[in-house]
């Protein structure tokens, strides 16, 4: 059979299982076993690439950077964090929804998790929120919408998959994310400002408070300047990174802040690899996807289609890739999508001349968004969820707020030298900088 038609089968197969339910790593299964049988690929083949897909050290961050989150929030000191932005923001106009925006850009810096922002979120915050008046539908959009932060901004559990998948600098990701990220924050404060429900505005908070709620909040606020300081100074990889921030929440910060969650530290283990069996049964069975995807010659076949109406043009390129990783991402998560659709970004990164890491960063961007976009939108499913709110109705109130999400991609696309501005002074070596033979400072592509 030829090559084409048991790629639409598998693809046939994929969508159907998931639109009946069954979870996403058994439907691509399923899809990669019908791939098998109709191709002269053996099973033991399939199993062994499900198993090359987990072998990965880089990945093995991911576990650290879950069970930092479920640390913080089990240990309950995600209030503290609350009550600094809160003291921040809590005047603006909006309320508690700017409060929603600053807490998440704090906490993405401390989790890296999409879903563990909106759970922290919407137990901190939904319930204030519902109690001053915000309606429902807005409270679940604002909260979806923040978490996606943490897919950008460092320990980003989604750039570790890339950087994994794609041989890329993760450091790198980490980085280039960190302007992408604030201008979506910045974004969702300033639609909330302009658009938003006006809220209770809280009275200024006096610099006394301020400091005091800072202070308060030093100790877990240390943990993204251990992770970024860390990998920055090349003390620790960013697998590592996250050994060391659950050392320092292990070691320090619970017992300064809160001593009798020590009892509750082993539950806090197993729920948090308990969490992680979900992304790496997935994983490993987008790896095989991916594999008979490209050993099928599928990636080629979108590669030579998306380059014959954008021809070697950068921007073009991109502006495909987001279109198709849009549609992809209503479907699937991120971390399968970024597994099966590697080997074609690799060949459209080589094709365009564009910069991986630059790349890497506009994908995510994009896969970020379609958290939030029907008919699929995994962050705002479950923040109406935890809110209370049919996902119709929330996503409803989310679609104003797709233009934040739109205007950051576009910039990211066509600003390049912005994006990349952190890492090539940062970390230079992580975007393709070498040292100059003169023997001083880099010498970065175009």
């Known amino acids: 059979m030829s090559a084409p038609i048991v790629l639409a089968l598998m693809t046939v197969c994929f969508l159907s299982f998931g639109y009946l339910g069954v979870p996403v790593p058994f439907s691509l299964m399923a899809g990669v076993f019908i791939g098998a049988l109709l191709s002269d690929v053996s099973l033991a083949a399939i199993i ?44 603006i106009r909006g309320g508690l929804s700017q409060v929603v925006v600053v807490f998440s850009m704090f906490f993405s810096e401390m989790s890296g998790s999409t879903t ?37 901004v460092p320990p980003s559990i989604t750039a570790v998959v890339y950087g994994a998948v794609g041989n890329v600098s993760i450091a790198g990701l980490f980085m280039a994310g960190v302007v992408p990220g604030l201008m979506i924050g910045f974004g969702l404060m300033i639609y909330c400002y302009f658009f938003g429900p006006t809220g209770l505005r809280k ?28 990998i920055l100074t090349g003390w620790f990889t960013p697998t590592e990174a996250g050994v060391v921030a659950v ?9 300064a802040l809160n001593r009798g969650h020590f009892r509750k530290i082993p539950y806090d283990f197993c729920l948090a690899g308990l969490i992680f069996s ?27 289609w998306i380059t014959s109406i954008a021809g070697n043009d950068p921007h073009l390129i991109m502006l495909l890739m987001v279109l198709l990783f849009t549609i992809v991402g209503d479907f699937i998560e991120p971390v399968p999508t970024i597994i099966i659709f590697m080997p074609l970004v690799n060949a459209l990164t080589e094709a365009g001349e564009i910069n991986a ?12 968004f379609g958290l939030i976009t029907p008919p699929y939108g995994l962050v705002l499913l479950m923040a109406s969820k935890f809110v209370g709110i049919s996902f119709a109705k929330a996503l409803r109130a989310a ?6 999400f739109l205007a950051t991609i576009a910039f ?34 175009q």
């Open 116 to 152: 563990a922002d909106v759970a922290v979120m919407s137990r901190a915050l939904g319930g204030p929120m519902k109690r001053e008046g915000y309606e429902p539908a807005f409270i679940a959009a604002i909260i979806a919408s923040a978490s996606t932060i943490a897919a950008l």
């Open 203 to 230: 009275p200024r908070a006096p610099l006394r408070q301020v400091v005091f709620a800072a202070g308060d909040a030093a100790l877990p606020l240390m943990i993204p300047v251990i992770l970024l300081g860390g």
């Open 357 to 368: 890491v630059h790349m890497g960063v506009v994908l995510i961007a994009t896969l970020a």
């Open 278 to 304: 979900l992304p790496l049964i997935t994983i490993g069975a987008a790896n095989a996807f991916g594999w008979m995807l490209a050993y099928l010659r599928g990636a080629t076949y979108i590669a030579e």
């Open 247 to 255: 050392v320092w929440i292990v070691l320090v910060v619970i017992p």
């Open 48 to 91: 062994q690439k499900i198993f090359d897909g987990v072998d990965s050290e880089a990945l093995l961050a991911i576990p650290f950077f879950l069970l930092v989150g479920e640390l913080m929030s089990s240990a309950n000191v995600v209030v503290r964090i609350a009550n600094l932005s809160v003291s921040l923001v809590g005047h």
């Open 412 to 445: 990211a696309i066509y600003f390049p030298s912005v994006v990349l501005w952190l890492p090539r002074h940062v970390l230079p070596e992580s975007v393709g900088c070498f040292k100059s033979p003169a023997g001083t400072g880099y010498i970065c592509p």
């Open 399 to 404: 679609l104003p707020i797709y233009l934040v």
